[in-house]
């Protein structure tokens, strides 16, 4: 909860000594004495607001109820004690001097008091509540995009400023409420060793003072999925999410074999039991997007299990399946526990879906327990990155075991490149 800084003015009205000049009587005056507290506190919201400058660092400002500026102070500390003001009708305003079009770490700070009345032989205060006035965004990057992404940034744009928030920026972007364009960029490298940049956009069309704007910024391994995700903070206002979905063409929705290519089989975990750990890769081994919805995943022509999620995997990009959702961390399909991968080997295959589920043509198949296939406990075994086309992905000597952690503590890759074979 954002707490208001309370500035406080307190007017007194002391006698006032009447003289003549002549037939002339002066207008009555009162004696205005100004408090302002002298802390500011902003309720942090998980760690990522920052308290602004001392109230004493305040512009203060006394406006005639017209709107006409009477007396002005560049520090609140700077003003006198007791300020004489003639009986009349005023409003004053008090704000942090840094106002600015977008930057880090930059809580901007404005109030401004109702109107009042400076009576002779009256005493009144006035308090002003000081609130964040510009609004304030910050950016969160996914796991998955920290641990398979070479290089990532997010540029938000005003009208008037923008702010680049790089891949370990943790720090608060305070803008002026104006609309906000957004610009995520995320680097990745190909199996082949090149790099390529996704770009995904968002905007907020009408971003309020007062509110955080977090967001998320998710991508699932090898360019596959994005999705921006803005979340206005609860402690602010009603939750306001607006998730960005990258379009794409939706395929054919027959896959010729070899579409797919199945890269990577944990069939026999350690820190997780069989029926909880256990998953499989596939690979989008063409150069255009794939429906990946009611596709067949079977075993031994056995056990079989219909795609129900939509799901788009992008030209050269990864897609885990499990078993249960704690086999890995991140983002995978979750097909139950009708399929148990055989920890001596199995026909693994991935269909169409044909007239009924059991008739689809094949799409991509693996024998894992065949001649030359690796056997591995605590570890998934893998296609070398060098060999992901349909030759190889179904002869075991282009396979080996994994030597690389992942979030069990388990060896496997799941959703990134394989380790390499050597």
């Not at 770490?105 to 002779?120: Q, T």
Request: proline fraction near 5%.
């Amino acid at each position: 909860m954002i707490k208001r800084t309370v500035v406080i003015l307190t007017f007194c009205l002391l006698p006032v000594l009447s003289c003549h000049k002549e037939d002339q009587k002066e207008k009555p005056k009162g004696d205005l004495k100004i408090e302002i507290g002298l802390y500011v506190s902003v309720g942090e919201v998980n760690e990522n607001l920052k308290s602004t400058q001392g109230t004493e660092d305040f512009k203060v400002v006394i406006y005639s109820s017209s709107g006409q500026e009477v007396l002005a102070f560049e520090r609140a500390s700077d003003m006198p004690e007791v300020i004489e003001l003639e009986t009349g009708n005023y409003y004053a305003a008090a704000y942090s001097d840094n106002n600015l079009p977008a930057a880090f770490e930059n809580p901007y700070y404005y109030g401004k008091s109702g109107n009042f009345s400076i009576i002779p032989d009256n005493q009144q205060t006035i308090v002003i509540n000081c609130e964040l006035a510009n609004t304030m965004v910050t950016v969160v990057y996914s796991d998955i995009v920290k641990s398979n992404y070479s290089d990532f940034s997010t540029k938000v744009t005003s009208a008037e400023g923008s702010l680049t928030f790089a891949k370990d920026e943790t720090r608060a972007g305070y803008f002026k409420p104006l609309p906000l364009s957004i610009q995520a960029s995320l680097t990745w490298q190909k199996p082949n060793g090149d790099y390529e940049t996704r770009v995904l956009t968002g905007n907020i069309s009408d971003p309020q003072p007062k509110r955080k704007y977090e967001i998320h910024v998710n991508a699932a391994a090898g360019g596959g999925s994005s999705t921006l995700m803005i979340n206005l903070d609860v402690t602010s206002g009603p939750v306001e999410i607006v998730e960005i979905d990258e379009t794409n063409p939706e395929p054919d929705s027959i896959l010729e074999s070899g579409d797919l290519l199945i890269t990577e089989i944990m069939f026999d975990p350690t820190a997780l039991p069989d029926a909880d750990g256990e998953w499989f890769e596939i690979y989008n081994n063409t150069g255009h997007s794939v429906s990946l919805k009611n596709l067949v995943i079977e075993k031994n022509e056995t056990d079989r299990h219909a795609i129900t999620e939509k799901i788009i995997l992008l030209p050269g990009a990864f897609q885990v399946f499990s078993r249960t959702e704690n086999a890995v961390s991140g983002t995978a399909y979750v097909y139950g526990s009708g399929i148990s991968l055989n920890n001596t080997g199995a026909v693994l295959s991935v269909s169409n879906y044909g007239t009924d589920g059991m008739d689809g043509s094949e799409i991509c198949s693996v024998n894992y327990g065949a001649v030359d296939f690796p056997q591995a406990t605590g570890a998934s075994i893998c296609l070398d990155p060098g060999s992901m086309n349909e030759q190889d992905a179904v002869s075991g000597l282009f396979w080996c075991v994994s030597g690389t952690a992942y979030s069990t503590g388990d060896l496997g890759t799941p959703g990134s490149i394989n380790d390499d074979c050597d």
